[in-house]
């Protein structure tokens, strides 16, 4: 199982960001997505969750700013940021849970976004 995670990197405040997360080794239709990010010094939180059913959750601290979608057909998550402010920079982790199997979790490695003028 692998959860590949790219494009994040160095944003002004204000600016746009899409990180992608590729899926391979799970059957990703059985799966709910979600990203979440881990500043330096503190714990690793969520910022938004995608149901296998379409539902979601957003940390209060992104909604209106964040959106999360997926695309079954590629099996990747991807989460829109926009108006970034810096302190969204953090460690971006993005995260497959089984939709009916408890405990079914993977983890991808990690991708740094940071804002900053």
């Known amino acids: 199982v692998q959860l590949q995670a790219s494009g994040g990197g160095l944003v002004q405040p204000g600016g746009s960001l899409r990180l992608s997360c590729a899926a391979s080794?799970?059957?990703?239709?059985?799966?709910?997505m979600g990203w979440y990010r881990q500043a330096p010094g503190k714990l690793r939180v969520l910022v938004a969750t995608?149901?296998?059913?379409?539902?979601?959750v957003y940390a209060d601290s992104v909604k209106e700013r964040f959106s999360i979608s997926r695309d079954n057909a590629k099996k990747t998550v991807y989460l829109q940021m926009n108006s970034l402010k810096p302190e969204d920079t953090a460690v971006y982790y993005c995260?497959?849970?089984?939709?009916?199997?408890?405990?079914?979790?993977?983890w991808g490695q990690g991708t740094q976004v940071t804002v900053s003028s």
């Open positions: 080794g799970i059957t990703f239709t059985n799966y709910d």
């Open positions: 995260n497959a849970r089984h939709n009916w199997i408890r405990g079914l979790s993977y």
């Open positions: 995608l149901a296998v059913g379409g539902s979601t």
